[in-house]
């Protein structure tokens, strides 16, 4: 079971390694458009040219009082999200020439 573990793990980081790559190599194409992701948003649908959560409620809406209920991770969640994800790419770079 163990086995399955870290090759789970290897996979994980390797897929977390891509996932960075891909996202500057968009960065970059959009700044060489002149654009950001909220423009690419707009355009896709995915959101309207309104502007944040509190802009709408206080703009538009004309909310009095604006209470923000989003959940915050604790400084544990945050060292082992940031663990998880360094243990990940350093056993994606020891291993990478093995998984090409």
Request: proline share 1%; net charge positive; no cysteine.
């Amino acid at each position: 079971m163990l086995v399955y573990w870290y090759k789970f793990t290897i996979l994980i980081g390797y897929v977390m390694a891509q996932t960075r790559e891909l996202i500057k190599t968009l960065k970059t194409a959009l700044k060489a458009q002149g654009k950001t992701y909220a423009d690419v948003a707009v355009e896709l649908g995915l959101t309207d040219a309104l502007g944040s959560v509190a802009y709408v409620a206080r703009e538009v809406v004309q909310a009095e009082k604006i209470v923000n209920y989003s959940r915050r991770e604790n400084l544990a969640e945050r060292l082992v999200r940031r663990f998880g994800a360094t243990l990940g790419d350093a056993l994606v770079q020891g291993l990478s020439p093995s998984l090409q």
